[in-house]
């Protein structure tokens, strides 16, 4: 049984930092490409940060220099380090696991597997 479940969201102030966290369980080969995306209310969902199977990333450029995507392996957990968080942050955050290997691309429609979701509130 596949499964991604989200922990670390919440509500912070402008300027502040938050967590976020994946867990994973089930088949591990699932998610060798994975990526954080989020969807405000009425927007479309956008991929946050994706990490690939030879471990490199990559960014939204609005949150790029303020975020962090990493997975441990040992743990199965995927995490995104989110700083100077600012009110445009506001939105669902969804992780996301896909087994194949050549994905680069932070496309919802390329992922297989989703996580709940966690809310992520930054006020200003």
């Known amino acids: 049984q596949v499964q991604l479940v989200e922990s670390g969201g919440g509500s912070v102030q402008a300027g502040g930092s938050l967590r976020l966290s994946c867990a994973a369980s089930?088949?591990?080969?699932?998610?060798?490409?994975m990526c954080w995306f989020r969807q405000a209310p009425g927007k479309e969902r956008e991929g946050v940060a994706g990490?690939?199977?030879?471990?490199?990333?990559t960014y939204l450029d609005s949150v790029k220099g303020r975020s962090t995507i990493s997975k441990d392996n040992a743990k199965n957990t995927l995490n995104l380090q989110m700083n100077s968080l600012k009110p445009g942050d506001t939105a669902m955050y969804y992780c996301?696991?896909?087994?194949?290997?050549?994905?680069?691309?932070?496309?919802?429609?390329?992922?297989?597997?989703w996580g709940q979701g966690a809310q992520v509130t930054v006020s200003s």
């Open positions: 996301a696991g896909d087994p194949r290997w050549s994905l680069r691309e932070r496309r919802p429609r390329d992922f297989g597997y």
């Open positions: 089930g088949y591990m080969a699932n998610y060798v490409s």
């Open positions: 990490i690939w199977r030879d471990g490199t990333t």
